[in-house]
């Protein structure tokens, strides 16, 4: 059997069912400043990115240095749509974590506020408060393994007994390079399967498989 004595998610698409609805703002808010893209391209460069890396995308695709305030302004209109859509946990999910038993934390390369907006409107912060890991925080994120690497230190746990719940084939990477078991969620429609598969990850598609799957 195995050793897990503690559960890493990420939180968007794993957590929350968000990537559908934060693709959708990006893409308005690009249109804003007369880039045009669709929320599926969207999705297809920004996936999995820091907020720093989107940035630094999208300054390429500018030309230039953002301007001022667009930053701000994309936070606050993605929050709120989080808010008034409003984003959705994954199926199960609070099922699941009833029957988990184990400390779990949260390592998410986006931003703690948005971790706080998407974890509170669905009711899962409470699980997690406390114990979020981003790189708000000065660490490095995915697909370096520093963000699963600080969620183990905090609890003195070794990685050989963490496991990592992803989405992203660089979410798997980093979970392995840590050394900890990297299981791929597959539940939700914007997931590549064959992509966590190549990148090393044990698949599961449900929330209610989690428990079981800790314990084979």
């Given at each position: 059997m195995r050793d897990i004595r503690?559960?890493?998610?990420?939180?968007?698409?794993?957590?929350?069912?968000?990537?559908?609805l934060a693709q959708e703002v990006l893409s308005l808010v690009l249109a804003d400043i007369g880039i045009e893209m669709s929320a599926e391209r969207v999705g297809a460069l920004?996936?999995?990115?820091?907020?720093?890396?989107?940035i630094e995308i999208i300054e390429g695709m500018f030309g230039r240095a953002l301007p001022d305030g667009f930053v701000t302004a994309w936070r606050e209109r993605l929050y709120t749509a989080f808010r008034?859509?409003?984003v959705r946990a994954a199926d199960g999910i609070h099922e699941a974590l009833a029957l988990i038993g184990l400390p779990m934390c949260v390592a998410s390369n986006g931003p703690l506020e948005k971790m706080h907006t998407t974890l509170g409107v669905t009711g899962l912060l409470r699980h997690f408060e406390g114990n979020l890991f981003s790189p708000d925080l000065g660490i490095a994120g995915?697909?370096?393994?520093?963000?699963?690497?600080a969620a183990a230190a905090s609890h003195d746990i070794a990685p050989l007994h963490c496991a990592v719940v992803e989405d992203s084939p660089g979410g798997i990477?980093?979970?392995r390079a840590a050394g900890m078991l990297a299981l791929g969620y597959t539940g939700l429609p914007h997931v590549d399967v064959d992509a966590l598969a190549a990148a090393g990850a044990e698949l599961f598609s449900h929330m209610l498989d989690l428990p079981a799957l800790l314990k084979r």
């Open positions: 503690l559960l890493i998610f990420d939180c968007d698409g794993v957590l929350v069912d968000s990537e559908p920004f996936f999995g990115k820091t907020m720093q890396q989107c008034d859509t409003p995915k697909p370096a393994p520093d963000l699963f690497l990477r980093a979970a």
